[in-house]
Every structure is written in structure tokens, then in C-alpha cells.
């Protein structure tokens, strides 16, 4: 029926009030979740809003279980006053994330305000989707049952993390070099006929990005580079605060740009990818073929009983003076810098977190040397402006990662069911 003039433009003014209102209260949830803990004061100018609507929205969202008062702020110089800071009502929400690698699945379980509640491996003996896709789901129905039981507040979803290469947008997973018969899997529609509930797909090394930006060291960054050096080398590109995806939903396969011509063979079939140079195979093929060659190293004996040398014992030897292990740390970390330098003249990201086993194990001589060749080789000043720093995640974080996935999807979208 046709609705009298007045009457449409009465209802299209209370439907854009109702509009303004909820937007501002995302405005609000999204700074206190960037930024929180964070005074009343600071939320009205932040937002740019008057302090009488900031006060009233807030309250509001304390009313729906949003927002909750948190620690007392001491103000300088006036004894006795304390404002009392807003933080997330971590309480009210969570979400699992799920990582699919070479031989290992993690799960993780946080919290709407990303306190991570659970972790643990997913047990897995065989790694062919069918298989994997099953523990995955009865995984997630066993701790959602208990999480449910425990009254954890609303179910959010399920993240996943897989390594390979996977369109975002479609929860396809195209292909995975490390896991068998991983070929057009379509990992979000098999879960979520199964779970009925909301899932997301993503790359592995976007999800520590991800990680690294809500809960590590980017999270005051809008802008970073997240690399990741490990069984395989990758880069997450974060850009005003979001994961960047890239128009396929592919971005970030930093591992195969070629540094070095006459370089080893990659598993993509070119020669001298940065991945075939600075992986964990890639190292450890490096100070194999140098001791082939005769160079002496004390790693030698270790090679001779027929052990394979690991990262932890290059580390070791390097730390001990051991030359050749020394050089092949500073060489890795020289190819490292030098593809990143590309990364840095294209993004100028101010930032690049290095994470990954590589590094993790390398430690600080590695993402020194790093640094210095990015700074060397780099434009002068865009590298003298261009941080890198080592993650501080002392695990792989693809999981983490994976679970704040859905908590993206809340923050962002219509699922946030409030007036
Ligand atoms: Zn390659």
C-alpha cells in the first residue's frame, strides 16, 4: 500500500537516527577494541562526538553486554579522581580458529576481546581433505558443546587457516603443496553444511598477520608487513587496519620472487626463489651442500652419524663461533633483506614484523642482519623510516589468527544486532 508523503519521510527520518546510532556505536566499539582501554573523555573526541552522546551510547552498550568498566585511571595531579576506563566485555562472545599445515592442525578458541581461552592440536593421521575436513568438525562440535555448557556468550564461528593457496572470498582452497590432495577443495561450504555455523577461509600466512595486528606487535599499527619465513616464506600486508587481500584473494606469495638466477630449484618449478633460499629446508639444504663441499664446520659430525641438521643446531654452532654456520645465517638473512627491500619500496609500511622458524630459531643476529640490508640496499629514506621487528608469538600463530576471523566478520558487519 502506498504510504501518505509525510508518513515515509517521518519513518526515513526515525530509520536514519536509528542508522546514526548504530553506526557511532560501531564507531565506538571499534576504537575501544583498537585502542581500549580507553576513558569516556577519549571515546567522545575520538569518535568526534559530544560528550552527552558519547555518554549515552556507551551506556547503551554496557546495557547489551558490550562494553564493561574496566581498571580505575589515576588522573595526574588531582588526588582522589579517578576516571574508570571502557574496555570490550571479552564475555560476550567467542569464536575458534582452526590451522591446516604440513603434519600439524591447530586449534585455538579467544574470546570477542581476543584473550585466547583454549589451545591444542587437533589429532590428525591422515592428511587427505576428506579426513582432515572430518576431525576438523568434530572437533568444532566437541568444544562448542563444552564452550556452550560453560555459557561463553554468543558462538561467533570458525576460522581457518590453511597453507597454500586459497581464495578468501569463496573459501576455496586451490592448492596445497605440503598437504596431499589438496586440489579445489571447498573447505567453507563442506563446514558449514556440516556445523551450521558461520565460517572463514583463509590463507595461513595472512592469518598471522592478522594475529600479529589484532594481538601482537601491530596492534597500533593501521599499516604493516607481516613476512613469515618458515616451511614455506609468505607476506600479509595489512593496510588501514585490515588484512589486504588482493582481487583473487591471493595476495601476499612473497616466497616466489627470484633473488637469486643460478639458485636452487623451488617448488614452483622456477630456480632461485626466495623460498627455495630461506625456508627451513632451504637452510638446512645450504649448510648441507656446504659441508658436502668440504667446509669445515663442527655441524660436520652431525651430518656424518647421518642425523639431519635442524635450525636449533645452526643456531647453536653459530653461537659458539662456528663459521660456517655464521655465514649461512648472514646470507639467509641477506636474501630475506633483499626481497623485502621490494616489499618496502612498494608499500612503505613503516613496519615489518618477521615471524615464522626461521626466525623464531635464528633469533636476533638474523633479523639484525636483516635490518642492515634492508637499510643498505634499500631507498634511503624510505629504509631509514622502516622498522623490522621479530614477532614476539613464540608458536605459530595461524590459528590465533584464524579465530579472530570471525570476530572481523562481527565487528564489521550486519551481525551486530544492536538498536
Ligand atoms: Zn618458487
Redesign the pocket.
Known amino acids: 500500500m502506498e504510504m501518505p508523503k509525510q508518513g515515509k519521510m517521518a519513518v526515513s527520518r526515525a530509520n536514519n537516527h536509528i542508522d546514526n546510532s548504530r553506526r557511532n556505536k560501531l564507531l565506538i566499539l571499534e576504537m575501544v577494541r583498537d585502542k581500549g582501554p580507553l576513558s569516556r573523555r577519549e571515546i567522545s573526541a575520538g569518535c568526534n562526538l559530544s560528550m552527552a552522546t558519547a555518554k549515552r551510547l556507551v551506556d547503551e552498550l554496557r546495557t547489551d553486554g558490550f562494553i564493561r568498566e574496566g581498571s580505575l585511571m589515576a588522573k595526574p595531579g588531582v588526588p582522589g579522581r579517578r576516571s574508570s576506563l571502557l574496555q570490550l566485555n571479552g564475555k560476550q562472545g567467542y569464536a575458534m580458529g582452526f590451522s591446516v599445515d604440513r603434519q600439524h592442525v591447530g586449534v585455538n578458541i579467544i574470546d570477542l576481546a581476543g584473550q585466547s581461552l583454549y589451545e591444542g592440536a587437533v589429532p590428525v593421521t591422515d592428511y587427505r581433505p576428506e579426513e582432515v575436513i572430518e576431525s576438523l568438525a568434530r572437533t568444532a562440535e566437541t568444544l562448542r558443546a563444552d564452550f556452550d555448557a560453560r555459557r561463553r556468550g554468543r558462538f561467533l564461528g570458525i576460522g581457518v587457516a590453511v597453507a597454500g593457496l586459497v581464495d578468501a572470498s569463496t573459501g576455496l582452497v586451490h592448492f596445497c603443496p605440503n598437504l596431499p590432495g589438496w586440489e579445489n577443495v571447498s573447505l567453507m561450504k563442506q563446514l558449514v553444511d556440516r556445523l551450521d555455523a558461520k565460517v572463514v577461509v583463509d590463507e595461513g600466512v595472512r592469518c598471522m598477520a592478522i594475529a600479529e595486528k589484532r594481538l601482537g606487535l601491530g596492534r597500533d599499527l593501521p599499516i604493516c608487513l607481516f613476512v613469515y619465513v618458515g616451511s614455506g616464506v609468505g607476506a600479509g600486508i595489512i593496510l588501514d587496519n585490515k588484512v589486504y587481500r588482493g582481487k583473487n584473494g591471493m595476495s601476499g606469495e612473497f ?2 620472487v627470484v633473488i637469486r638466477e643460478d639458485g636452487p630449484i ?3 618449478g ?1 630456480r632461485g ?1 626466495l ?2 633460499l630461506v625456508s627451513t629446508s632451504g637452510v638446512v639444504q645450504s649448510v648441507q651442500s656446504l659441508i658436502s663441499s668440504n667446509v669445515y664446520t663442527k655441524l660436520r659430525i652431525r651430518a656424518e652419524v647421518g642425523q639431519q641438521v635442524t635450525l636449533e643446531d645452526i643456531a647453536r654452532a653459530a653461537a659458539e663461533g662456528d663459521k660456517l654456520a655464521n655465514m649461512v645465517i648472514h646470507e639467509t638473512a641477506e636474501y630475506i633483506g633483499a626481497g623485502l627491500v621490494a616489499l618496502v619500496n612498494i608499500f612503505d609500511p613503516g613496519t615489518v614484523i618477521l615471524g615464522g622458524e626461521v626466525i623464531e630459531n635464528l633469533g636476533d643476529v638474523l633479523v639484525d642482519d636483516v635490518a642492515k640490508t634492508v637499510a643498505l640496499r634499500g631507498i634511503h629514506s624510505l629504509a631509514q623510516r622502516t622498522t623490522i621487528l621479530r614477532s614476539r608469538f613464540r608458536f605459530n600463530s595461524a590459528a590465533l589468527g584464524a579465530a579472530t576471523l570471525p570476530v572481523e566478520e562481527f565487528f564489521e558487519t550486519g551481525m551486530l544486532n544492536i538498536g
Request: proline residues 0%; negative net charge; contains cysteine.
Open positions: 616466497g616466489h623451488c617448488n614452483c622456477n626463489c623460498e627455495a
